[in-house]
């Protein structure tokens, strides 16, 4: 089955610095690779996905992610951090193996803090 | 567009009483999610429905939980008795017509039971 580890809990950063939540995943095909972003007191927002081609991804707010399979991960990045990125980050993943419909399934979230 | 609408916002019963939750997913989506968010977890699939049909209930705790698209548009999901370990946050989310795989999802704001 498929799996998603984030592997830390709050990720802190200065305002203008660059940024960087890790996600490494687990499939036994080929994956579908998604982050979402929630904020307090709302439903998860879409910034981005990795379905094939181009393993640097471009998303909403600036952010970008770099899909690296030798090493199954698919870390968020983005070069200069806001304060209003501060929120809950969550990698997801969904596994093509047989073509079947496998459902999306998430990490625990990382949270993270921009500093002013 | 409208988002996803979800309701109630917020929800507060005792053990072994009934809840319902109501969803209203974006004109036009087809595939329709539901998903439990435990505090501290990311979302875990609960059901997901094409139209009025159910494609994915492995995780639904079907002695207790119950979910239904009698029309193919908006969505019921319903807990029958609530135990503590169903408090959390229900959300709703939807996708474009066919519910590709790698279409991105979009989520209604919740709806946070607490269960005492």
């Known amino acids: 089955a498929q799996s998603v580890a984030q592997p830390e809990d709050q990720v802190n950063v200065a305002e203008g610095n660059p940024l960087t939540v890790k996600c490494t995943y687990s499939?036994?095909?080929?994956?579908?690779l998604f982050w979402y972003v929630q904020y307090p007191n709302r439903g998860l927002q879409f910034l981005l996905k990795y379905i094939t081609g181009d393993n640097l991804v471009k998303g909403s707010y600036g952010f970008e992610a770099e899909f690296n399979k030798s090493q199954t991960s698919f870390h968020l990045k983005k070069p200069s951090a806001l304060v209003s990125d501060s929120a809950l980050y969550f990698c997801a993943v969904r596994d093509l193996v047989n073509s079947g419909n496998t459902p999306l399934v998430f990490g625990k979230g990382t949270r993270l803090s921009v500093i002013a | 567009e409208a988002g996803v609408a979800q309701s109630p916002r917020y929800k507060i019963i005792e053990k072994r009483q009934s809840v319902a939750f109501w969803c209203n997913p974006i004109?036009?989506?087809?595939?329709l999610y539901w998903y439990q968010q435990i505090l501290g977890q990311g979302p875990k699939l609960l059901i997901q429905f094409q139209n009025n049909g159910v494609v994915d209930d492995s995780q639904l705790p079907k002695d207790r939980f119950s979910a239904e698209r009698l029309k193919g548009v908006d969505s019921t999901l319903k807990i029958q008795p609530a135990k503590l370990e169903d408090s959390a946050v229900y959300l709703c989310a939807s996708t474009q017509r066919g519910g590709l795989p790698y279409n991105e999802q979009f989520f209604g704001p919740g709806t946070r039971l607490t269960v005492l």
């Open positions: 004109s036009g989506h087809a595939t």
């Open positions: 499939v036994s095909g080929n994956p579908y």
